[in-house]
Structures are given as structure tokens and as C-alpha cells.
């Protein structure tokens, strides 16, 4: 086993968490700057829906300015948006939103973020919603090292569903059980 690969492997992987994230920050502080930058960094205040007639939801998101796909929804009925980042492991949710929502920490753990280590405390969401897919008992994380108010959509959530993307277009798909 070579020690060289092994030592820059870990540390790439740790300078391209730490980019992201720096990325993802930028982010979330334009996407409340004011209505026209609201428009640009969130093309999908109102997700596109439609189901299909085998009874298959789809929701039809645009990346933004940035290439990241920012999308309004709903997490236990409170309205909130979300940032796609199939990085995440959970849906990852500020500290601050989860207390307005009343949403209840369960227990701690350690998460690994581009930042370091960090914890974070175990959560369920009863509902999360974009557009018309809905989604039942999600694992999340809350998150207080998290200062704004965007929730990261993890695989928690995404696992859940099928996805495709071209171009600037994501096709989030439910299909029906």
C-alpha cells in the first residue's frame, strides 16, 4: 500500500469538501439578499409538478446562476428552501430554522463537513415536501454551526426518489407504491 496515496486521497477529498462548502455558503447569503437576486438564485420558488398517468410525480427543477438547484418546499408544513446536495448524507437543517419549526433533537453525533468535525443532532422529519412529491419520516441533522436559513437536502431524502439531469434541467421523479 502506497503511504503517498493514501495521504493525498483523504486530503484532496478535504480541500474539495472545504471548496463546497465555502461555495455553498456564498449561496445561501445571496439567496436572501432581495427579490431580484432571489429570482436569479432560486429559479424554482414554485417547482414545476406534474404527474404523470402511470401516477409517477415529477418535479422539473432549473439551476441557478451557480449551477446548484435551489428549490422552495416545505419541511413538517413550515415553508423553507432547499439547496440539492447529494454530498449530504441527511437533510441538514440550521439550528435556528429547526427551533422556529419546533423540531425535536433526539441525540448528538459527529458529523464531517468541509469545515471539520462538527455536532450535530439526530432528527426526523415527520413531512418534507417540494412541489407535489412528498415525503414521509426523513432522517435529518440539525446543524448549529449552520448561520443561515437554507436547509441542504441530503440523501436522506434524495435516496428516495429518482433523479436525471441535463443540461441546467433536474427531473426529481416519485414514483407511486
Known amino acids: 500500500m502506497n503511504s503517498s496515496q493514501d495521504n493525498t486521497s483523504p486530503r484532496k477529498m478535504g480541500i474539495t469538501m472545504f471548496i463546497l462548502a465555502w461555495a ?4 445561501m447569503g445571496i439567496v436572501f439578499f432581495d427579490d431580484l ?3 436569479q438564485i432560486n429559479p424554482n420558488r414554485k417547482p414545476d409538478s406534474r404527474t404523470t398517468l402511470e401516477g409517477t410525480k415529477e418535479i422539473v427543477l432549473q439551476s441557478n446562476q451557480q449551477h446548484h438547484y435551489v428549490a422552495n418546499g416545505l419541511i413538517n ?12 448524507t441527511d437533510v441538514v437543517i440550521p439550528q435556528s430554522l429547526a427551533q422556529k419549526i419546533g423540531l425535536k433533537a433526539s441525540g448528538q453525533q459527529q458529523a464531517y463537513t468541509a469545515n471539520g468535525r462538527v455536532t450535530v443532532y439526530r432528527t426526523t422529519l415527520a413531512s418534507l415536501q417540494i412541489g407535489d412529491i412528498k415525503l414521509q419520516d426523513i432522517n435529518a441533522s440539525i446543524n448549529p454551526a449552520m448561520d443561515k436559513q437554507v436547509v441542504l437536502l441530503g440523501m436522506s431524502a434524495l435516496k428516495r426518489l429518482e433523479f436525471t439531469q441535463r443540461g441546467e434541467t433536474l427531473i426529481l421523479r416519485q414514483y407511486d407504491d
Open 24 to 27: 455553498i455558503l456564498f449561496i
Open 37 to 39: 437576486l432571489a429570482t
Open 77 to 88: 408544513g413550515h415553508k423553507t428552501v432547499f439547496l440539492l446536495d447529494t454530498g449530504a
